[in-house]
């Protein structure tokens, strides 16, 4: 089946550094969509790209989608301590809104 | 608008119960999905109901099950509970299309002992 694969599995950054997580999966997606999930919490939506080469900015974070459609990537300039959380890429598969997620990527940022 | 409410928020269960775990999708979002989450495996899906139907299902044994009723609101089941059930198990509504974003709800936390 369908797998979507994300790295790295942790960082620890210093605040202020920059921070990139990215993902691949097995299979062209029609859309991938990452989600945040602060420590304790459930995950948030953040955002879907559609589009092949689709780039979208929130503020310091820059969301790309490849050309081919099978990874994406998610940059954090400038990192805050509000930043922390794990991050998650998910892509569907079949009919309907079944995801498959990525196992994430944990960031941690050091005041 | 009100988000998605799970119910109930933590459960402790013991090794061979069933346990019934409800969520409310937001209004007017008609497709409910679930989700477990572990340290181990991140973030499997078990079931998703679209009109009070399954449209998609992951693959977890058949003690797993799930149902939707016409207001949308779904419940899942889990019957003679194994110590690798313990997880958090996560809801989320979206609109009745496909590939839409996913609402989460806070989740279970189901401890099995």
């Known amino acids: 089946g369908q797998q979507v694969m994300q790295i790295p599995q942790y960082q620890h950054v210093q605040e202020g550094e920059d921070f990139t997580t990215y993902c691949n999966s097995s299979t062209t997606l029609s859309n991938i969509q990452w989600y945040k999930q602060r420590p304790g919490g459930h995950p948030v939506f953040l955002i879907q790209?559609?589009?092949?080469?689709e780039v979208k900015k929130q503020k310091r974070l820059t969301f790309q989608f490849g050309e081919a459609k099978k990874n994406s990537s998610l940059h954090i300039t400038a990192t805050q301590t509000t930043d922390v959380g794990t991050y998650f890429c998910a892509g569907p598969t079949g009919s309907g809104n079944k995801l498959v997620f990525g196992a994430g990527t944990i960031l941690r940022v050091k005041s | 608008k009100a988000g998605v409410t799970q119910t109930p928020r933590y459960l402790i269960k013991t090794r061979g119960q069933q346990v019934t775990l409800s969520c409310s999708p937001i209004?007017?979002?008609?497709?409910v999905s679930w989700y477990q989450q572990t340290p181990g495996q991140g973030l499997q899906f078990l079931f998703e109901?679209?009109?009070?139907?399954?449209?998609n299902k992951g693959n977890f044994p058949g003690r797993f099950s799930g149902r939707q009723f016409s207001n949308s609101r779904s419940e899942m089941n889990v019957s003679t509970l194994e110590l690798g059930d313990s997880a958090l198990y996560l809801c989320a509504s979206s609109l009745a299309g496909r590939n839409t974003e996913a609402f989460f709800g806070q989740g279970t936390r189901l401890t099995v002992v």
């Open positions: 790209l559609v589009k092949s080469g």
């Open positions: 109901y679209f009109s009070e139907t399954q449209r």
């Open positions: 209004s007017g979002h008609r497709s």
